[in-house]
């Protein structure tokens, strides 16, 4: 346990080292809540808040268990970091244990964090706590998984563009910002399959007054968990050479 503290307390440390990592998984998700909530740009029938404020909060996930542990797992399988750590007496299973653990503790903040800022918008949530937790285990292990994938195959610089084209692609495509309605029938059919659209659904439902999580949201959530991670534990690789 006191190895998988240090490690943890290190993964923690490196996150709030590099302000790239929080702009992606903190900054951007406030600057989209404030900016669409205080402009009037989107079709939006209500508070743009009340839309935004779950949608946000799914884009944080997204930015932190896909985006941003991609890069620096992949990084750090370049540097070589990830076969001297999984030699130590730490051992890759508690180096895995203390990425996850950062992870969850990064979105507990950006959570916190929105929260805050939606409510100071105006937002009035009404959470539903049981959806919404199992919404984001769910969607932490696709995402996760998904990160580990691109990670553990390609070259650093390879997943630094892959990362951040996915990126951009599920946050436009997901209702996290734009409803799903504006999207073509044929195009808003396929974003539905998506783990971020059914995430930005599930949180939607769970935290707005009113709205039901719909149904679609479980199977597509637990299909994309289950075959994530079992891909993840497949095809990833400690070094560039093995």
């Known amino acids: 346990m006191r190895a998988l503290a240090a490690q943890l307390r290190l993964e923690l440390a490196l996150i709030l080292r590099n302000g790239e990592s929080l702009l992606l998984t903190i900054g951007i998700p406030v600057a989209v809540l404030v900016f669409f909530s205080l402009v009037d740009v989107l079709p939006i029938e209500g508070d743009a808040v009340d839309f935004l404020a779950p949608g946000t ?33 730490l051992g890759r299973p508690r180096l895995v244990a203390a990425k996850s653990l950062a992870v969850g503790a990064v979105i507990a903040v950006q959570a916190v964090v929105l929260g805050a800022t939606a ?83 599930a949180a939607r439902g769970a935290l707005t007054a009113g709205v039901d999580v719909p149904g679609r949201v479980w199977p597509v959530l637990a299909i994309w968990a289950l075959a994530a991670v079992a891909l993840a534990v497949a095809l990833f690789r400690w070094e560039p050479n093995d």
């Open 57 to 89: 909060l799914a884009l944080a996930v997204l930015a932190t268990a896909f985006a941003n542990l991609a890069i620096s797992t992949g990084f750090d399988r370049s540097y070589g970091v990830l076969k001297r750590l999984g030699t130590t007496p």
């Open 119 to 201: 409510v100071a918008l105006g937002w009035e949530p009404d959470v539903d706590p049981l959806p919404l937790a199992g919404a984001l285990v769910l969607a932490v292990a696709a995402f996760s998984g998904l990160a580990l994938v691109l990670a553990g195959r390609l070259r650093a610089l390879v997943t630094l563009a892959a990362a951040n084209a996915v990126f951009v692609g599920l946050l436009l495509l997901s209702g996290m910002v734009f409803p799903l309605d504006e999207l073509p029938s044929g195009l808003r059919a396929a974003a539905r399959s998506l783990p971020s659209t059914a995430l930005a659904e």
